[in-house]
């Protein structure tokens, strides 16, 4: 009976597997604070918040900036995605309270431009954050802003806190045509479909209105009961009041049709002085 040789059968070469790709841009996991950590923040950023109302009352709002709660509550969409680098872009940063919370979930190699129109504001912000190569400051009207050469030309998500009710408004550049530039930048300088968060403080456009009807009431109260030249002055006062009652209504409808176009949700955040109105989406690049 003859054998049957049987060769040996080579077991199969698995060839090692590459190793995984490092991650050359961790981003730090979102860490619920307590609240003794956001009001050392929020203490951190009032003291010169304060100090630039007095020196402008009328053009910065309120003496007190927006809390870190109203801040983390506008950054809840801005997730950075992926490895590569994501740059962020906030606009009327003030003295970095919405800075101060941002910069906590960005990685190493993701950016945070800041610009803002004050230039002593902008030295507390290098102050606060000049050592952290990820932020970089800029010295602008965000509508007259351009990215420099060799830096993103468009960004991943904005951030604005800057007070539209307090804009300054001319014969030749009425505050709501200057806030229709400030929202055109906003859709020139990010990306199609990227968030976008905007912070603004409960009753300022109420009181803003009341004021002008109140003015616009006095001077027409004067323009009837003056006579010579105080009616003159208080018929010259009527026509500028109501000038200007009638470009705040203007002002608040571009605004409020900005927030349709782009379907911004509306939140309230109580832990604020005083509240706040906090408006967050994403930016289209064209809307019906």
Same mark, same amino acid.
């Given at each position: 009976m003859s054998s049957l040789a049987?060769? &040996?059968i080579a077991a199969p070469s698995i060839a090692a597997a590459a190793p995984a790709p490092a991650n050359i841009n961790p981003r730090p996991p979102r860490v619920v604070e307590g609240h003794l950590s956001k009001i050392k923040d929020w203490a951190i950023s009032t003291p010169p918040?304060?100090?630039?109302? #007095?020196?402008? &009352?009328?053009? +910065? @709002?309120? &003496?007190?900036?927006?809390?870190? !709660?109203?801040? +983390?509550?506008?950054? %809840?969409?801005?997730? /950075?995605?992926?490895?590569?680098p994501c740059h962020f872009l906030e606009a009327g940063a003030g003295t970095g309270a919405i800075t101060a919370q941002a910069v906590k979930i960005l990685g190493p190699k993701d950016?945070?431009?800041?610009? $803002?129109? =004050?230039?002593?504001l902008c030295g507390v912000l290098i102050a606060r954050f000049g050592n952290d190569k990820r932020?970089?400051?800029?010295?602008?009207?965000? +509508?007259d802003w351009k990215p420099l050469a060799g $830096? /993103? +030309? %468009? !960004? =991943? *998500?904005? #951030?604005?806190?800057?007070?539209?009710?307090?804009?300054p408004s001319t014969e030749a550049l009425p505050s709501a045509?200057?806030?229709? =530039?400030?929202? @055109?930048?906003?859709?020139?300088?990010?990306?199609?479909?990227?968030?976008?968060?905007?912070?603004?403080?409960? *009753?300022?456009?109420?009181?803003?209105?009341? *004021?002008?009807?109140m003015l616009s009431t006095r001077s027409s109260i004067l323009s009837v009961v003056s006579c010579g030249e105080k009616r003159a002055k208080a018929k010259a006062g009527l026509v500028k009041a109501k000038a200007e009652f =009638?470009?705040?209504?203007?002002m608040t409808k571009v605004w409020k049709d900005f927030r349709s176009q782009h379907q911004l949700? $509306?939140?309230?955040? %109580?832990?604020?002085?005083?509240?706040?109105?906090?408006?967050? *989406?994403?930016?289209?690049?064209?809307? $019906?």
């Amino acid at each position: 009976m003859s054998s049957l040789a049987v060769s &040996p059968i080579a077991a199969p070469s698995i060839a090692a597997a590459a190793p995984a790709p490092a991650n050359i841009n961790p981003r730090p996991p979102r860490v619920v604070e307590g609240h003794l950590s956001k009001i050392k923040d929020w203490a951190i950023s009032t003291p010169p918040f304060a100090r630039a109302w #007095l020196e402008n &009352p009328f053009t +910065q @709002g309120t &003496p007190i900036p927006l809390s870190p !709660y109203a801040a +983390q509550e506008m950054l %809840k969409s801005f997730i /950075p995605e992926g490895k590569e680098p994501c740059h962020f872009l906030e606009a009327g940063a003030g003295t970095g309270a919405i800075t101060a919370q941002a910069v906590k979930i960005l990685g190493p190699k993701d950016t945070l431009t800041l610009v $803002e129109l =004050d230039p002593k504001l902008c030295g507390v912000l290098i102050a606060r954050f000049g050592n952290d190569k990820r932020v970089k400051v800029y010295n602008s009207a965000i +509508q007259d802003w351009k990215p420099l050469a060799g $830096e /993103p +030309q %468009k !960004y =991943d *998500g904005l #951030l604005s806190s800057i007070p539209f009710n307090s804009l300054p408004s001319t014969e030749a550049l009425p505050s709501a045509e200057l806030l229709k =530039d400030i929202l @055109g930048a906003y859709v020139r300088l990010v990306k199609d479909g990227k968030p976008f968060a905007h912070a603004n403080y409960v *009753g300022t456009s109420t009181l803003c209105r009341t *004021g002008l009807s109140m003015l616009s009431t006095r001077s027409s109260i004067l323009s009837v009961v003056s006579c010579g030249e105080k009616r003159a002055k208080a018929k010259a006062g009527l026509v500028k009041a109501k000038a200007e009652f =009638d470009n705040f209504v203007a002002m608040t409808k571009v605004w409020k049709d900005f927030r349709s176009q782009h379907q911004l949700q $509306e939140t309230m955040v %109580k832990m604020n002085a005083p509240f706040a109105w906090v408006n967050a *989406g994403t930016l289209k690049a064209k809307t $019906e």
